[in-house]
């Protein structure tokens, strides 16, 4: 009668307006995974160690995508540290430096499960056609919000 329930994990949109923010200006790789982290957290999708993952999983290997498109997520130690799948998406025009690359598009993820190999998946599928790369880059906030919510249009 007094055992505990598992909570289970909270249910949020993969994907708020607010966590897209088009038009940005050039920063250092690491000041750009700390921002998009930072989105997560704020919008409840992971706690704030999350984000030093996020650092982390760059030092080790980069998630530079190619195509202009950078995935930061963290390591796999890292999962306790996510409540909820969701993404935050930043968008530089004029590119942000990514190691030797440049990237226009940075997709922060955080995935319950197995579920971060889905958006993965759903996001790179979606940046294989590069008019959407485009669309993306040269799209309103609203427009890439509708582009990337996750949901079936």
């Not at 980069?62 to 963290?74: I, R």
């Not at 430096?97 to 995935?111: D, F, H, L, N, Q």
């Not at 998946?121 to 919000?145: F, H, R, W």
Request: negative net charge; aromatic residues 6%.
């Amino acid at each position: 009668m007094f055992f505990k329930k598992k909570e289970e994990p909270k249910k949020l949109a993969l994907l708020y307006p607010e966590n897209v923010r088009v038009n940005c200006t050039e920063d250092t790789q690491e000041n750009v995974i700390r921002t998009v982290g930072q989105m997560l957290v704020d919008s409840g999708y992971v706690d704030q160690p999350y984000v030093e993952a996020m650092i982390k999983r760059e030092e080790s290997f980069s998630t530079y995508m190619g195509n202009e498109l950078a995935l930061p997520h963290g390591v796999e130690e890292a999962k306790k540290e996510i409540k909820a799948s969701g993404i935050a998406v930043m968008i530089f025009p004029e590119g942000t430096p990514w190691g030797t690359e440049r990237a226009k598009i940075v997709v922060g993820i955080a995935g319950v499960g197995e579920e971060h190999l889905q958006i993965l998946s759903v996001i790179a599928e979606k940046m294989l056609d590069e008019g959407s790369v485009e669309k993306l880059v040269n799209g309103t906030a609203q427009e890439v919000y509708e582009m990337l919510k996750g949901e079936e249009n």
